[in-house]
Every structure is written in structure tokens, then in C-alpha cells.
């Protein structure tokens, strides 16, 4: 009778067991707050295509430590009220270990206090702003802040067009073109090149004609641009219909294909930094290209080669801690385990480096890495030799 009941029972055990151990390989969960509708996307959607291509290799190899690794992505629209309430979600209800994002500076300075105080780490892939990782020691990125990278690009510009005066226009709502500015500013100071006049937008203008008329008349030799790809973009075309010729400096923000999908060859001569180039050719690099094309049928830019780097700075992280399973220690260990990773990726050799110190209050990690100086030529950037 007993034999019986055993035999009745056994499939409903090894059933349950089985459930059990598929859940335990569950895997890792981990939250992308990515802007995956409204004007962000086009810089959203390369993050996500970047993170699943990763986490696609890294699963296909095996996983980390035997687990999986499993994406739950969240559209934040490039808002930061909806990146609020993604991350809230992320943390409080779908427990991830970490979460990557959010799309804009402007969003991570409204959402990371949350991941901050939950002590769950909040990783950037796009955002370059000063005071980022400012906000605690949760908060890491692997984008290179525009204080590393404009220096070098302005420097380059000059030195390329033998540029002796610039006029400057940025955005003056949005942290990431405002901080833009600020650096712009600096550098300009520091490298004694004379401003001859600057002018301000606000996010959403589509008409910049009052501003380039004023800029016309002070006759810069290039125009300094802290902008979004669409408003650079914008801005560019309604300078050439002025009949003006100057180039454009840029940083991170006009990495972007929709740059020359809305300027087209307007475009040309628009000098831009960023620590990625498709014409990096090391191996890494190459075979990020490949499989990106392969998976997507696209090239792939900036946004997404970031992406792609995080998830494997993470992946290498994970396979120096032993989860326990209990989420608050496990998103600790990871924390205190991703200062130490060092990886060659897509972007090229990676660290991360202690942000600035803030009296009074703990800081997370900012990218350690070099500029690319690249140039708009037909339609595309490339090296600038």
C-alpha cells in the first residue's frame, strides 16, 4: 500500500523537483530601464539590441556560474517620471540584482536615489553628466563623461581646422546638454579659444533660426553644439540654409546614425567624440559588428557597443561572487564585486575609476577610458587622422 502511494506520489515529487531546479537556474535577473518610445529611442532601442546580444552570448556559452541571465526590460520613454516608476518596479517588485540605465542624465538623476537607497546597483551605459555617480555609492556607468571626452575633441577640432574663435549653442533644460555646456565652457577657457557668442534652447524647439542669425553675425570659425542627435541635427540644416559653412563640435550625443538620417550631408565636417568607433578595428570590436549585424540587420553605434560592454562587465562580476539567493546580500556582493572588473570589449579596454570625492557622502564608479575623435564624412563618422 505504502509502495503504491510512493509510486503515486514520485512523478508529483520529481515534477516539483524538477520545477525547482529549472527556477533556481532562473537565473539571474536583471532590470534595463531603457527609452524605448518617444524621441530617446533612438538611442533606447541600440542600448536593448546591445544588452540582448550580450546576454544571448553569454547564455548560448553556458551562463555565469552555471545561471542564466535574464533581461526584464522596462520602457522608461526618456521621461523621468516613468523612470521612477521603472525602477521602482524593478527593484521592489520584480527583485532584480541590478539595473541598467536609465537612457538620459536627466532620468538617472530622478531614479538612481531610488536604487541608492535600496542599495541595488544602478549601471549607466548613456549617461554622461557630471554628478551622475555623485548620487551614491550604488551608482555606476560605463559611458565616458563629457569632461574626459570634449577636452580631447576640442583640442583635435582646432588643431584639424585651425579654428581661432567658436560660437557655442547648447540645450539649457536637459542635464546631459547643460553639463555638455559647462564642460564646452571650460575647455574653450582653458585651450584660449575666444567665444564669440552664445545661444540657448529649450528641449522640444524646432526653430532655431533667432539663434543662428545671432551666431551668423558674430562669425565664428565653428560652432560648438551640446545637443541631442535631433537637435543637432536640426540645428546643422538651418545653419546651411543660412548659407553658413562653419563645421560643428559635438560630443556623446551625436553618435548617432539620426544624425545623417535628418542632415544628411549637411552633416559633413562635424567633429564629435565618443569612446567608440565602428572603425576600431581590435577583435573585440570586430566581432561585435559581426554579431550585432548578424542579429539585427543593422550597424550598430555607441549606445549599443556600451551596452553590450556593461552586460559583459557584469556577466565578469557575477562570476566572482557565489549568490545566496537572498537578494539584498546577493545585490551587495555585487556591488563590492564590480570595482575590481576590468575587461577588453567592443569600446575597447575598460575600468572603472572611484568618482570625485564629495565631502560628507559616499560616490559610485565612473568609466576609466580614452576618446575616439571621429569626423563626419558622407554620411557617417570616422576616424579623424
Known amino acids: 500500500m505504502q509502495f503504491k502511494t510512493l509510486l503515486k506520489t514520485l512523478p508529483l515529487l520529481m515534477l516539483a523537483a524538477g520545477l525547482g531546479s529549472a527556477a533556481h537556474a532562473a537565473d539571474v535577473k536583471l532590470g534595463l530601464a531603457a527609452a524605448l518610445t518617444g524621441p530617446a529611442a533612438k538611442y533606447g532601442v541600440a542600448i536593448k539590441n546591445g544588452f540582448t546580444l550580450a546576454a544571448d552570448e553569454v547564455n548560448a556559452a553556458g551562463g555565469v556560474n552555471g545561471n542564466k541571465l535574464q533581461l526584464i526590460i522596462e520602457d522608461e520613454q526618456g521621461k523621468k517620471e516613468e523612470a521612477i516608476n521603472v525602477f521602482k518596479k524593478l527593484i521592489f517588485k520584480d527583485k532584480a540584482l541590478l539595473v541598467f540605465g536609465p537612457t538620459l542624465s536627466n532620468s538617472a538623476f530622478a531614479a538612481d536615489p531610488i536604487a541608492n537607497a535600496a542599495k541595488v546597483v544602478a549601471f549607466g551605459t548613456s549617461n554622461t553628466a557630471d554628478g551622475i555617480t555623485a548620487m551614491g555609492p550604488f551608482t555606476f ?118 544624425l545623417f538620417d535628418i542632415a544628411k550631408g549637411a ?8 569612446p567608440w568607433s565602428p572603425e576600431n578595428l581590435t577583435p573585440a570590436n570586430k566581432a561585435f559588428i559581426a554579431a550585432y549585424k548578424a542579429k539585427f540587420g543593422s550597424d550598430p553605434d555607441q549606445f549599443a557597443a556600451q551596452a553590450y560592454d556593461a552586460l559583459h562587465v557584469v556577466a565578469d562580476a557575477l562570476k566572482k561572487i557565489k549568490l545566496s539567493g537572498a537578494i539584498d546580500k546577493d545585490r551587495i556582493a555585487l556591488q563590492q564585486a564590480l570595482p ?20 560628507g557622502k559616499e560616490v559610485g564608479y565612473d568609466a576609466q577610458q580614452e576618446a575616439i575623435v571621429n569626423i563626419a564624412k558622407g554620411g557617417k563618422f570616422i576616424l579623424l587622422k
Open 141 to 258: 556607468r560605463n559611458s565616458v563623461m563629457e569632461a574626459d571626452v570634449l577636452p580631447v575633441t576640442t583640442r583635435a577640432a582646432v588643431k584639424h581646422f585651425g579654428i581661432k574663435k567658436v560660437a557655442i549653442i547648447y540645450g539649457n533644460d536637459d542635464a546631459f546638454t547643460k553639463s555638455g555646456y559647462d564642460v564646452f565652457k571650460g575647455t574653450l577657457a582653458d585651450q584660449k579659444v575666444p567665444v564669440t557668442t552664445t545661444e540657448a534652447y529649450a528641449k522640444g524647439d524646432v526653430d532655431f533660426k533667432a539663434q543662428l542669425t545671432k551666431i551668423k553675425a558674430s562669425n565664428p570659425d565653428a560652432i560648438v553644439c551640446s545637443c541631442l542627435t535631433e537637435e543637432a541635427a536640426n540645428i546643422i540644416l538651418q545653419t546651411r540654409a543660412l548659407g553658413m559653412k562653419q563645421p560643428f563640435i559635438g560630443g556623446n550625443g551625436l553618435n548617432s546614425p539620426k
Open 267 to 274: 552633416g559633413d565636417d562635424t567633429i564629435m567624440g565618443s
Open 340 to 359: 575590481s572588473v576590468t575587461i577588453e570589449g567592443a569600446t575597447g579596454k575598460f575600468a572603472f575609476r572611484k568618482a570625485p570625492a564629495v565631502t
